[in-house]
């Protein structure tokens, strides 16, 4: 089983990351708590104390056209909070 993980980068994450040293990844839906941490473990090279998950729901969108209305709905997706280890960062714009 292939797990996607990308590192989510907004002012709320990034206040996160500097106050309590946690790191917000969007995964894949059917990952669990062990396979995030091992592959955050292996990709950035860091000690993991602790993942938190949460499963973002989609939102209803809609918008006026010529044709009349028309509504969808965004992606839902699976958010994960990791908190590394005291002392240690992740730094996501290294290979930039």
Request: net charge positive; with cysteine; charged share 25%.
């Given at each position: 089983?292939e797990?996607?993980?990308?590192?989510?980068?907004?002012?709320?994450?990034?206040?996160l990351?500097e106050?309590?040293?946690?790191?917000?990844?969007?995964?894949?839906?059917?990952?669990?708590?062990?396979?995030?941490?091992?592959?955050?473990?292996?990709?950035y090279?860091?000690?993991v104390?602790k993942?938190?998950?949460?499963?973002?729901?989609?939102?209803?969108?809609?918008?006026?056209?010529?044709?009349?209305?028309?509504r969808?709905?965004?992606?839902?997706?699976?958010?994960?909070?990791?908190?590394?280890?005291?002392?240690q960062?992740i730094d996501?714009?290294?290979?930039?």
């Amino acid at each position: 089983m292939e797990i996607s993980i990308k590192p989510i980068v907004t002012e709320k994450a990034t206040q996160l990351s500097e106050k309590l040293n946690c790191y917000t990844f969007r995964v894949s839906p059917d990952a669990n708590k062990y396979q995030i941490k091992n592959l955050v473990e292996k990709l950035y090279g860091v000690k993991v104390e602790k993942v938190n998950t949460a499963v973002v729901r989609g939102k209803n969108k809609s918008r006026w056209t010529k044709s009349g209305l028309l509504r969808g709905k965004t992606a839902s997706y699976k958010k994960a909070y990791v908190t590394v280890g005291e002392g240690q960062q992740i730094d996501f714009f290294s290979n930039i």
